[in-house]
């Protein structure tokens, strides 16, 4: 999720041009048993420099170090020139942190921030190494094993704990990992929000075509049979530029927060790894906040405000100095209802055109899933909701995932979709509001992309502009308080002209035993422009 790095290096040039931003902005009680624990170059300082240094350590950019920079750039440009523009310089300065990030000169806030010898159960793993060159050629890096030579019995866990197998189909046991998650799972720096992934989202991401309950790992205190600990993983098939894989996309680890530092994360990471490769699978995608060795992207979050008034209540924005709240509320407020001629929920009908759509769409990223017909059923309809129950405007009970289709009214063809899905975040310790409710920006897809010349002509532009202008409508009408969407996909295309704002929040995307050139995120990679590098999103 979450947060700044801490060191800025002058000494890395990035180009403003080529990078996706938009100015702006308890535990519970139960008995859990202690489980055994198993640079800069010298040279002569520059003012900035010298500004710089002071300020290392600390998270924000200051406004001293900004004055500094739009001084230069006045004194050898003029003026009148955008980059002059403060909120400009703020945002290439946060880039340039961005950049270190991937280039593993620096951690997120500090937290991932470790010398590669430091990692000790990252550096035994077949996964590039945090500083080696990027190699000129895709493949894996150890080759697959024959199912005899994987290991058979399962990873030894320290005394009172064992393995446990969790059973999606038993309400009982999603119950168990929502509550594990709801409690111990990812919160920001500032230990304000923590997701909260409601049991009918987990039991849909979870259980997708294909998947096997062995992926579905948790440990538990063998005494008294609590869950305490939890990874799983799904199958999917992966394209990363020309190569196209089976493999194992890898979520919700977790260990509860007495645990923590005890080293079990290694312990289940090893396990699953053994429980995939048993079925003759050996790649595999995750994400993560904290830089581990080593990000194939970098994401940023952007934050689309829709509730002003709660979201300034809670602290996840502020009105700035040069506005009022009723302004805020006035720029940020969206239509009664979606604009789109022949826009519609997705049905049963539509899965084949949305599949075929899709398809066709996602050759426009370096990295996807190759979705079946069963897949695309599954992401995009399943999650819909109980349809018997009366609903709420724009929300059924249980709803997890909202997907609309584009019909055109003479050929009936689909020629776009959006979806969005639901992720709220506990407040922690609010007085007032115990939830914040926010959709993120899913999978989507136009037929305007295959025309000749659409991006030079603005018109895909145009038209994403649209289609998620009217997820932003029927988002807010459905009662989510902000709207969330990473520098992925076509997403930097129209996140400035929607209102979204830039947040503090880096997502970082990793491959297992896989080996790729750096892939275009919050930043352009080997000539691709930003966001165009992933095509994939993790729930
Ligand atoms: S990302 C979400 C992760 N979950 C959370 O952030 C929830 C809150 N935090 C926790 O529950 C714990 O802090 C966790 C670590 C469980 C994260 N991914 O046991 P430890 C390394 C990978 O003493 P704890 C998601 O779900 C760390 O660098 N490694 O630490 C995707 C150190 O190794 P090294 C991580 O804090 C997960 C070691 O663990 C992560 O008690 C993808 C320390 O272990 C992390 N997020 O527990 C998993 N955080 O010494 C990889 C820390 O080397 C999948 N570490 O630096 C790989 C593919 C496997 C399948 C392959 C199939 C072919």
């Known amino acids: 999720?979450?947060?700044?790095?801490?060191?800025?290096?002058?000494?890395?040039?990035?180009?403003?041009?080529?990078?996706?931003?938009?100015?702006?902005?308890?535990?519970?009680?139960?008995?859990?048993?202690?489980?055994?624990?198993?640079?800069?170059?010298?040279?002569?300082?520059?003012?900035?420099?010298?500004?710089?240094?002071?300020?290392?350590?600390?998270?924000?950019?200051?406004?001293?170090?900004?004055?500094?920079?739009?001084?230069?750039?006045?004194?050898?440009?003029?003026?009148?020139?955008?980059?002059?523009?403060?909120?400009?310089?703020?945002?290439?300065?946060?880039?340039?942190?961005?950049?270190?990030?991937?280039?593993?000169?620096?951690?997120?806030?500090?937290?991932?921030?470790?010398?590669?010898?430091?990692?000790?159960?990252?550096?035994?793993?077949?996964?590039?190494?945090?500083?080696?060159?990027?190699?000129?050629?895709?493949?894996?890096?150890?080759?697959?094993?024959?199912?005899?030579?994987?290991?058979?019995?399962?990873?030894?866990?320290?005394?009172?704990?064992?393995?446990?197998?969790?059973?999606?189909?038993?309400?009982?046991?999603?119950?168990?990992?929502?509550?594990?998650?709801?409690?111990?799972?990812?919160?920001?720096?500032?230990?304000?929000?923590?997701?909260?992934?409601?049991?009918?989202?987990?039991?849909?991401?979870?259980?997708?075509?294909?998947?096997?309950?062995?992926?579905?790992?948790?440990?538990?205190?063998?005494?008294?049979?609590?869950?305490?600990?939890?990874?799983?993983?799904?199958?999917?098939?992966?394209?990363?530029?020309?190569?196209?894989?089976?493999?194992?996309?890898?979520?919700?680890?977790?260990?509860?927060?007495?645990?923590?530092?005890?080293?079990?994360?290694?312990?289940?990471?090893?396990?699953i790894t053994r429980q995939v490769n048993l079925t003759g699978i050996f790649q595999a995608i995750y994400t993560a906040g904290v830089v581990l060795p080593t990000p194939v992207s970098t994401c940023r979050y952007f934050h689309r405000s829709l509730n002003i008034p709660k979201l300034v209540d809670v602290k996840f924005t502020y009105v700035p100095r040069s506005m009022t709240l009723a302004r805020m509320i006035r720029v940020y407020k969206t239509a009664a209802k979606p604009e789109l001629s022949g826009l519609r929920e997705m049905e049963e009908r539509d899965v084949s055109d949305v599949a075929d759509l899709f398809t066709r769409y996602m050759q426009r990223f370096s990295m996807g899933p190759i979705m079946t017909l069963d897949e695309v059923r599954h992401q995009f309809l399943s999650g819909r909701g109980r349809m018997d129950e009366p609903s709420e405007h724009y929300r059924r009970p249980g709803q997890v995932v909202w997907t609309y289709v584009v019909e055109d009214p003479k050929t009936r063809r689909i020629t776009d979709f959006f979806s969005f899905y639901s992720l709220p975040s506990t407040i922690i310790n609010h007085p007032k509001h115990g939830l914040l409710e926010a959709a993120y920006l899913f999978y989507y897809a136009s037929d305007v992309a295959f025309a000749e010349d659409s991006e030079a002509d603005n018109n895909l532009k145009k038209r994403l502009e649209a289609l998620v202008g009217d997820a932003l409508i029927i988002a807010n009408q459905a009662k989510f308080d902000v709207f969330n969407a990473l520098t992925l996909m076509d997403n930097c295309s129209f996140l400035e002209s929607l209102k979204f704002g830039a947040g503090d929040g880096l997502l970082n995307f990793y491959l297992y035993n896989w080996r790729t050139a750096p892939l275009a995120g919050v930043s352009a990679a080997g000539g691709v422009e930003p966001g165009k590098g992933v095509g994939v999103v993790m729930l």
């Not at 609590?226 to 680890?253: D, Q, W």
């Open 1 to 271: 999720m979450s947060s700044s790095s801490q060191i800025i290096d002058t000494t890395q040039v990035s180009d403003p041009e080529d990078q996706c931003s938009t100015p702006e902005h308890e535990i519970d009680d139960a008995v859990v048993p202690e489980a055994s624990s198993s640079k800069p170059k010298k040279k002569k300082k520059s003012k900035a420099a010298k500004v710089l240094n002071a300020v290392r350590g600390k998270n924000e950019i200051p406004q001293e170090l900004v004055t500094h920079v739009v001084d230069r750039v006045v004194a050898e440009h003029g003026p009148n020139t955008a980059a002059t523009n403060e909120d400009n310089i703020r945002q290439v300065l946060e880039q340039m942190k961005i950049m270190d990030v991937i280039k593993g000169k620096s951690g997120i806030s500090g937290r991932g921030k470790k010398a590669m010898g430091e990692h000790k159960f990252w550096a035994t793993q077949p996964v590039p190494q945090l500083g080696d060159e990027a190699s000129p050629d895709d493949g894996f890096i150890e080759p697959d094993k024959p199912r005899e030579e994987v290991r058979q019995d399962a990873y030894p866990l320290p005394k009172d704990f064992e393995w446990s197998i969790l059973d999606i189909n038993d309400s009982k046991q999603i119950k168990e990992v929502y509550d594990l998650l709801s409690l111990n799972y990812v919160e920001d720096d500032e230990a304000a929000f923590r997701f909260q992934y409601s049991a009918e989202f987990l039991e849909w991401a979870l259980k997708p075509p294909g998947y096997l309950k062995e992926w579905h790992l948790g440990v538990r205190v063998s005494s008294n049979r609590k869950l305490v600990a939890f990874i799983s993983g799904v199958p999917v098939t992966l394209r990363v530029r020309g190569n196209v894989f089976r493999a194992c996309e890898i979520n919700y680890l977790c260990v509860h927060k007495k645990l923590r530092s005890k080293r079990l994360a290694p312990v289940l990471i090893k396990e």
